[in-house]
């Protein structure tokens, strides 16, 4: 069935890296029996996993692979890079988000980059406001066929204002991975695994890898469904997971501060989270393309995580905005009830 049918009933990379999130306690998925009957209706969607007030009320596979089992996120990828940059500044390894390219990794700066590109910041990195053209949508084959993807990122022309805008683009977090693997002397593997997967109780295995031998920020990670809605209950939860504190605590609050918006969805955007309101209350979600999804409700005590179908796209105004109503006309009313 066409995703639309939702709005209008309204009811109304890698395949390496593995995650098995530790099981939340259940409830009986009665509950939320209208919104498990409308994900139903949305042909793109495999998972659904629901949680509130710290439990799991709803984990249902409805096509594809079991909630248990890992399956690529895509670009949520760049949320979780984004914890690891929160969690990184907070062993003090990196001053701040105010910290500058230029002085905390000058070697990864290509001979012939433009010289504002030494002044970019770890926080127009994570907003992806670095300026640069972008690496993503019609430019993404070529960067990737690059020898050097950090180089070819940073080596592109400057066309918008650092700071001003944001572009969305894999490379600026794959630039940030490759920072905080220079600051702190760890693969981002190593850092995912000290970072995510502890703290979750999780196992986390290797993903893909550019030329140079650096593990891709910013997207091909895989998760399971309830490894992401654990990783979306920690940060509700003000950065604390079931084995550890993921980030510190403040991070949580400054990446669900609207930094910047998208010029494709319209939402705001944070330090790697998508911020709206729904019903006067706050959302933060992460995004990946085909409709990989983890949406946060602290005010409701609730957290949503979503897969879908990797291989088809997910617009805002198709897949990816059925899942919006999915979330704010169905479950949530649910939620409230």
Request: charged share 20%; proline share 6%.
């Amino acid at each position: 069935m066409n995703t639309s049918l939702l709005s209008r009933r309204a009811f109304a990379f890698s395949a390496a890296a593995l995650l098995a999130a530790p099981a939340l306690h259940a409830q009986p998925a009665s509950r939320f029996a209208r919104s498990l009957a409308a994900a139903r209706e949305l042909d793109q969607l495999h998972s659904l996993c629901i949680a509130q007030g710290g439990q799991t009320v709803l984990a249902e596979a409805i096509r594809g692979p079991s909630p248990d089992r890992a399956v690529n996120v895509k670009s949520v990828s760049k949320t979780l890079v984004a914890s690891l940059t929160g969690s990184v500044i907070g062993t003090g390894a990196i001053p701040g988000p105010d910290a500058r390219l230029g002085d905390l990794a000058p070697g990864l700066i290509p001979n012939g980059a433009d010289p504002r590109v030494a002044a970019l910041t770890v926080a127009d990195l994570l907003t992806m406001q670095t300026g640069l053209e972008r690496t993503s949508g019609g430019n993404y084959g070529a960067w990737v066929s690059s020898r050097n993807w950090v180089a070819d990122a940073l080596a592109r022309p400057m066309v918008g204002r650092p700071g001003e805008g944001m572009l969305y683009s894999t490379g600026s977090y794959h630039i940030l991975g490759a920072l905080l693997s220079e600051v702190t002397g760890d693969s981002l593997l190593t850092l995912a695994r000290r970072h995510l997967g502890e703290p979750l109780g999780v196992r986390i295995d290797a993903w893909t890898r550019d030329p140079q031998g650096r593990y891709m920020g910013g997207n091909n990670m895989a998760l399971s469904p309830r490894a992401m809605l654990a990783f979306g209950e920690a940060y509700r939860t003000g950065g604390v997971g079931p084995e550890g504190r993921l980030v510190p605590e403040d991070w949580v609050a400054a990446s669900w501060q609207p930094r910047t918006r998208s010029a494709f969805s319209g939402d705001d955007y944070g330090y790697g989270w998508f911020l709206f309101e729904a019903a006067g209350a706050r959302v933060a979600y992460a995004r990946g393309y085909g409709g990989q999804m983890i949406y946060v409700m602290p005010d409701h005590e609730l957290t949503v995580a979503v897969t879908s179908d990797e291989t088809q796209p997910a617009r805002s105004e198709g897949h990816a905005g059925a899942l919006k109503r999915l979330l704010t006309e169905v479950i949530l009313p649910e939620a409230m009830a």
